[in-house]
């Protein structure tokens, strides 16, 4: 029996490791991910890493993973919590009014909300991250900023329901707060 269904945002170019380390964390913490995209259907992730040397980040093709539902499909309330993956896939899902909707009412409705990388990009979007402290990978920041939000270079960032993370690299610091607050809203 499932503790409740937690929405994982992706799109093309999602980072894989940004991705499923968090999808089987709920899985194993008793709940049930729920993948969403702008369409049901197979998308592309990627994997991220600046090598030795590089002053830009690599990027290949990773796994891939199937959104089961579409933003367009999706009651939030259905849902206890939100986790808005990496990768470039929010810089091109981030238009979407749906998602966008979506969102805000996560926000709105103060439930467990997790964000790592380039995933700030979308509640910044949303207008949801004015005066809130985040951690983000660092060339996000000045999204972050730019929008009233507050950029924390740290592994784990929590601020109220939301929990934060730089990078896949801080996936073993803010997942666990973020599935606390999980498991405090489920037993509600």
Not at 60 to 83: K, L, R
Not at 119 to 140: L, S
Not at 160 to 182: A, C, E, Q
């Amino acid at each position: 029996m499932s503790k409740g269904k937690v929405l994982i945002i992706v799109g093309d170019a999602t980072e894989t490791v940004d991705t499923l380390y968090p999808y089987y964390r709920l899985i194993e913490g008793g709940f049930e991910p729920v993948v969403a995209g702008q369409e049901r259907k197979r998308y592309q992730m990627v994997m991220h890493e600046v090598k030795p040397n590089w002053t830009i980040t690599k990027e290949w093709e990773g796994y891939t993973i199937e959104a089961t539902v579409a933003f367009s499909e999706i009651n939030p309330a259905d849902y206890i919590g939100i986790m808005f993956s990496g990768g470039r896939a929010p810089e091109y899902i981030r238009e979407d009014e749906d998602l966008l909707n979506i969102t805000r009412w996560f926000f709105d409705h103060n439930k467990p909300i997790a964000s790592v990388c380039h995933g700030v990009e979308i509640p910044a979007r949303a207008d949801r991250v004015r005066g809130r402290k985040m951690a983000t990978v660092a060339k996000c920041k000045f999204d972050l900023e730019i929008c009233g939000g507050i950029y924390v270079n740290e592994a784990c960032v929590i601020d109220g329901n939301m929990v934060s993370g730089r990078t896949f690299h801080d996936n073993g610091h803010y997942i666990g707060p973020w599935i606390k607050l999980l498991e405090e809203e489920a037993a509600k």
